[in-house]
């Protein structure tokens, strides 16, 4: 069965610091990939995708993420975090060619220290 | 362009009552996906319309689930009776084609407590 795990459940940074969300799937065909992020209060929303082409795709305020296909894994980037990533983030897959429902992971409270 | 818009935000019910939950989707947006997260555990599919029709109801807990979505617009999903384990946050999400590529935009949430 395919899955999704997120590693950290909850991550506390500061200002300025890096950020790295951990996100490995399981699934034996090809996949789509996603990161969503919830800010407080507000709908989830699509931060960036991966389909297919360069495995570092560049998403929205400045995030990255890098597909690994040896390690399917993920991983969500931001080299500079702000007061205002302070969300939940998402990691979601699903299978080529499926009518696009999503499996997600577990998500990542990020909380960021003014 | 209105966003997917859910109703109730919130609600409490005692265990046994029904409780049905609705959803509207972005205007023109065949597709629309429900999705239930349980506190603590990852956000899970339940089923997926196209149109009026379901597609995909593999993720339906049991059949104390019933989803609708007569006409194509609006769909339902109505809980009866609710059981303690039905508490979580009901999300949906709508997007205009089918398939793996295109995105879903999601609403705001219901969150259901059965007391």
């Known amino acids: 069965a395919q899955s999704v795990s997120q590693h950290n459940h909850h991550v506390i940074l500061s200002e300025a610091a890096s950020l790295e969300l951990g996100c490995n799937y399981s699934?034996?065909?090809?996949?789509?990939l996603f990161w969503y992020v919830q800010y407080p209060g507000q709908h989830l929303q699509l931060l960036l995708k991966y389909f297919s082409g360069d495995p570092l795709v560049k998403g929205i305020k400045g995030f990255e993420a890098e597909f690994i296909k040896s390690k399917f894994s993920f991983n969500l980037r931001k080299p500079s975090v702000q007061w205002s990533d302070t969300a939940e983030y998402f990691c979601a897959v699903n299978a080529m060619g499926s009518q696009g429902n999503l499996i997600f992971g577990k998500g990542t409270k990020l909380s960021v220290k003014p | 362009e209105a966003g997917v818009t859910q109703f109730p935000s919130h609600s409490v019910i005692e265990k046994g009552q029904t409780v049905t939950l609705r959803c509207d989707p972005i205007s023109g947006h065949d597709n629309l996906y429900w999705y239930r997260r349980v506190m603590g555990k990852e956000i899970k599919f339940l089923l997926h319309f196209v149109k009026e029709s379901k597609q995909d109801e593999s993720g339906m807990p049991n059949n104390r689930f019933l989803a609708e979505r007569t006409g194509g617009t609006y769909s339902t999903l109505k809980v009866q009776p609710a059981e303690l384990e039905d508490s979580g946050v009901y999300f949906c999400?709508?997007?205009?084609?089918?398939?793996?590529?295109?995105?879903?935009?999601f609403g705001p949430g219901t969150r259901l407590t059965v007391l």
């Open positions: 699934y034996g065909g090809t996949v789509n």
């Open positions: 999400a709508s997007s205009q084609d089918r398939g793996a590529y295109n995105e879903q935009f």
